[in-house]
Each structure stands twice: as C-alpha cells, then as structure tokens.
C-alpha cells in the first residue's frame, strides 16, 4: 500500500508540472513583472527545456544513488554558470541546438536504459546545461535584477528535476521502468521536433 502511495504521488507531481507548462513558444515571459518571476517561469514555458529538465531527474532515478541527487544539482549550478556568460554578452555557438539536441541525447539515453559512471553522466548533464543557462542568461529582461532573475530560474528547474524524480521512482517495479524508458522516448521524440524545426 505504502508503494502504491508513492508512485501515486510521484506520478501526480509529474502530472502537475507538466499541466502547468502551458503550450507556448520557448522562452516568452510576456506579463511577467519581477526578475524572480521572469526566471522561474522561463524553464517552464518552454517545452525544449521542460523536456531536458525532467530527463536529467528521470535519468538520475534510473541511475539510482548517487546520481539521482548529484545530476539534479550539476544541472542548475552549471547552468547558473551558462547563464552568467549570456548575460555578459559571451557568445555561444549554436545554442538552440544544443538545447534541441540535449532533449534527443538525454530521452535515448533514458530510452535505452544507459547505465553510464556517475563522472560520465554528470558531464552530459553540464554540458547541456551550459547551453541551456546561456538561453536564459542573453533573454534576461534589462528591466529586471539579473540575481533575481537567476534565483527564480535555478529553482523553476529544480522543481522540474524533482518531476522527472518523481516520475523516475517508478522504476522500482519493472513496468515502471518500462514507463519511464517510454517517457524517455517521448522527450527524444520532442528534442527531436525542436531539432529540426518541427515544434
């Protein structure tokens, strides 16, 4: 019963999340009046992020302990530092791709059940990160605190990895695990779209 609990819970947070992405275009902020806001938001208007976010979660559950926290925390703090270089003004070369691409890599890779070394699969994780951060970093509203702004987007990720986490209990039981490969190849299926201009 205690299980079934769980895995009803972990499913409902990733149904939440992903009811309150509504379906817009990628990084709009229109009507969002504070740095905070604007950051948080961010992630979770645009399904090429939503998708990443939660396959860095999702792959972490599938990868179990450590990297079911570590990924998670990689994620946003090089993230943060993907932001930093957007907001100076630093180019980045093919940054759309890269954002495109990390919902294809990171959806096979939960696809076919990849059990990579924890070093392996934080470095996956940071590179896409950079690409992801940077986005957020050069759509910074001048009007807004960058700090806030960053603040507000570091946690609207976090919260989108705890869904993926959530979802990614489900691989305690094999049809679980048969869920999550499946929800996989929906976000590759999705990075794919963006990929090639699709979505």
């Known amino acids: 019963m205690t299980n079934v609990l769980t895995h009803g819970r972990a499913i409902g947070l990733a149904l939440a999340f992903a009811l309150i992405a509504p379906q817009v275009a990628a990084h709009t902020g ?18 090429d992020h939503v998708v990443a976010m939660v396959a860095v979660g999702l792959w972490g559950a599938f990868l179990g302990s450590p990297a079911i926290w570590i990924l998670p925390v990689v994620f946003p703090l090089v993230m943060a530092l993907g932001g930093a270089l957007g907001v100076m003004g630093l180019p980045l070369p093919a940054v759309e791709t890269g954002i495109a691409l990390s919902g294809v890599v990171l959806g096979l890779l939960i696809v076919f059940a990849v059990r990579a070394p924890i070093w392996v699969a934080a470095v996956i994780v940071g590179v896409f990160a950079i690409f992801h951060g940077h986005a957020h970093g050069t759509e910074l509203p001048e009007a807004f605190s960058p700090y806030g702004y960053a603040v507000g987007f570091v ?7 705890l869904a993926g986490i959530g979802f990614g209990l489900l691989t305690a039981s094999d049809i679980g695990k048969t869920a999550v490969r499946g929800a996989g190849g929906v976000i590759a299926l999705v990075g794919a779209a963006f990929l090639f201009g699709l979505a």
């Open 155 to 161: 946690i609207g990720t976090g919260l989108l990895h």
């Open 30 to 47: 229109d009507g969002i009046n504070s740095g905070f806001a604007s950051g948080f938001w961010h992630p979770i208007y645009g399904w």
